[in-house]
């Protein structure tokens, strides 16, 4: 069959300047890539949505122009969550969590969401051009440097391996909210949680060892124990004292 391959996006934009200098629509070089990155490698999508945005936005658009028509504005009660839960906050992020159900969120859209929220996190540490990766606002993406400046990049990847996990756990869930809490606040735990050394073992009051006897010059080593652990030590043997012998009976007088 016919095989459909995606248009680059330097492609689309370029096609998209010479529509947009054509019709006269009054556009920038971000607000067209935008438009280009959310076609999807579909240039008739992104056609569509340069004319859509003409017909919405007065004056020259921009990349939060395109941004808000696509509906993504910053998200501030997803950004306090990702900072409570950097933190280890735990009553903030259950209050969060409070407020996202009483304001009607799908709890079981947030853990992709935080998820995504953690990715692009991390793509605010490791690039120089987040911008080309991270759909967001100019407001929302300093936001993001700014947060992204709290964590380190094992701790971002371990927030998206470990709310992958977590939103495997909510879709068989019967009660997905305390699942939604107990599971963000166990991911905080791991987080926080540090490597102690073992404790070395406890040596029972009143025994005493050979490695804390001092031995005496000239003392002879221990034998080692055979004796295997789990099993009962073979019971002492006694060796009886011998008798002492009789004394000789007097001899008789004469």
Known sequence: GEVFRRIPVESITARLAEIALADGIAVGASGLETIATFADGALRDAISLLDQAKMSIAGTISRDDILALAGLTKDDALLALAEALLQANAATV???????????????????????????????????????????TA???????????QATQPQLTAWVRGLSALLGELRWAADTRTVLEIGLIRLMTEGDATALPASAPVKP??????????????????????????????APVFVPASAPKPAPAPAPTP
């Open 139 to 149: 407001e929302g993406l300093q936001t993001m440097r700014q947060l992204a400046l």
């Open 205 to 234: 009051a009143g025994m005493v060892t050979a490695a804390s006897t001092p031995a005496k010059p000239g003392a002879t080593k221990p034998a080692a124990s055979l004796a295997v652990p789990g099993e009962d030590a073979p």
């Open 94 to 136: 259950l209050d969060l969590v409070d407020q996202l159900v009483m304001a009607g969120r799908d709890l079981a859209r947030l853990i992709p969401d935080l998820a995504q929220l953690f990715r692009n996190l991390l793509i605010c540490q490791v690039s120089n051009h987040p911008e080309k990766l991270v759909q967001a």
